[in-house]
């Protein structure tokens, strides 16, 4: 996954081209809500341009991703035990808000995220486009400097690579 760094006063401040709390969510809740009754496996495929969190077993029967975009909608636990385990290690809430966290992450970092219900899976996609978008943003920002600064003094050239 890639990352930005940006100089904020004296501090670096990364960010994450996908939020790493959307991520775990979607991680957490594949083990939480997948089908133990089949001999598949959770999958995380980790691709050039997105990252796939597979639920093995599908979305709930008669029930849509956006049902529960809102946080609105009742929980439906297939697995009271491994939920209950999730909730009091503070790993999963038992309020089904896990896909509308994963919603208001995406649409504060800007990022792609895609909720597609397959024959045998859920399937969570977060696309890694940003790093095109964050270039763009540093080109439009050297050129706006570039265009404003004046020329240092050769001293101070070599004072300001220092620092």
Request: glycine content about 6%; charged content about 35%; hydrophobic content about 30%.
């Amino acid at each position: 996954m890639d990352w930005k760094a940006d100089i904020i006063g004296l501090k670096r401040v990364e960010t994450p081209e996908i939020p790493v709390e959307a991520v775990r969510e979607a991680i957490i809740n594949s083990y939480g809500h997948r089908l133990y009754d089949n001999n598949q496996c959770n999958e995380i495929d980790v691709f050039k341009n997105r990252i796939e969190i597979h639920t093995t077993g599908g979305f709930p029967k008669g029930h849509t991703p956006e049902e529960f975009l809102d946080g609105e909608k009742k929980a439906i636990r297939r697995n009271k035990l491994i939920t209950g385990v999730l909730y009091y290690s503070d790993d999963m809430e038992t309020f089904a808000t896990g896909l509308k966290r994963i919603k208001d992450l995406r649409d504060e970092a800007g990022c792609k995220v895609e909720f597609r219900m397959e024959r045998d899976d859920f399937v969570v996609v977060f696309y890694r486009n940003l790093r095109e978008e964050w270039n763009n943003e540093k080109d439009a920002e050297r050129n706006s400097l570039g265009s404003t600064t004046k020329r240092l003094p050769r001293q101070e050239q070599r004072l300001s690579k220092i620092l």
